[in-house]
């Protein structure tokens, strides 16, 4: 098995969504915000891109039901409190994440929500390999179900 070297460099922190992946957690939460997205990549109707920066929005108040899939670098943390806070006010909010008990961030606010560990590695965006580290669904608000997501 072949891996590539850009999954382990900071080239990128954006990492697309699987398609099949995403579309089974909308079956069960019908997503009406995606607030880390590209017209790209973009997974729901309404989206935030880089420009409008995700974290100056006000998610509660554009939707209920919220997709994350946030950049995997320095601020991730940002994302995850903002997610955590947005559930506050109300919202669900479905974050794809990589696997990382060991920092705070994992334990100050992922350890409050639904956490669904995903069995097996995903294949993001166009990537010809998995990812080189473990995914989970961490689930902030109601509507969650305990469970384990297969990787496809």
């Known amino acids: 098995m072949s891996i590539n070297p850009a999954l ?6 954006m990492w697309a969504t699987p398609q099949d992946f995403f579309d089974r957690l909308n079956d069960e939460f019908d997503f009406e915000l995606d607030v880390c997205a590209l017209p790209s990549n973009t997974k729901c109707k ?23 899939n946030p950049p995997y670098g320095r601020t991730v943390q940002e994302w995850i409190k903002k997610a955590y806070d947005t559930s506050l006010e109300g919202a669900t909010v479905v ?7 060991d920092t705070k ?3 100050e606010y992922c ?14 965006g ?27």
């Open 8 to 13: 382990f460099s900071s080239k990128t922190d």
């Open 46 to 68: 309404k989206f935030y891109t880089p420009s409008m920066d995700g974290l100056k929005q006000d998610w509660a108040k554009d939707a209920k039901s919220i997709w994350m």
């Open 95 to 101: 974050c794809l994440l990589p696997v990382r008990p």
């Open 105 to 107: 961030y994992w334990h």
């Open 111 to 124: 350890m409050k929500g639904e956490i669904r560990f995903v069995k097996g590695r995903l294949k993001f």
């Open 126 to 152: 166009n990537a010809k390999n998995v990812a080189p580290f473990g995914s989970a669904v961490v689930i902030f608000g109601s509507g969650a179900r305990i469970g384990t997501l297969s990787a496809m």
